[in-house]
């Protein structure tokens, strides 16, 4: 069992999608606290329809969203390491939360999404970490950079 995380950030709705059926991706829990966007696509109502048009389950899970006192910070200092003491303090208080995503890591092939692209700096990869500590569950991040589509768009820019 892989339990998959994704950021969309430099990503169009089509590109995302496209990722998620070469994973294989059957459902899609966003664990962005406040699920809005100004990219097309991917505010909840848009994200969730699209998804279900295709076959693939949309859940939010804002409890694993980082909370507004943590992003202020880090937006005010931007200090990673604080960011990152702050998040795994407030996950630990979320242990039900975990719970229940690891129940679902564990009945369907799932993703963690949020925005950023680099999962080294977003707090999707602490609460995939965390799936892993209870359930056992393999991480994988998904990247602009490892996927088909991607690899495709790359090999067309390199050639023209």
Known sequence: MTVFTIGYEGLDIDTFMSSLGEH????????????????PGFSKKALASALNLSGIEYVHM???GCPKPVRDRYREDG??????DGFRKYLKTQKAAIADLSDLVNSSNCVL???????NFCHRSMVANAVREHCGADVEHISSANTK?????GRQLACA
């Open 149 to 153: 589509t991607a690899r495709l768009a």
């Open 79 to 84: 200090n990673w390491k604080r960011y990152t």
């Open 24 to 39: 294989d991706i059957e459902t899609v829990v966003d664990i962005r606290e406040l699920p809005l966007s100004r990219k």
């Open 62 to 64: 804002a409890d694993l």
């Open 113 to 119: 999404l949020c925005y950023e692209a680099d999962f």
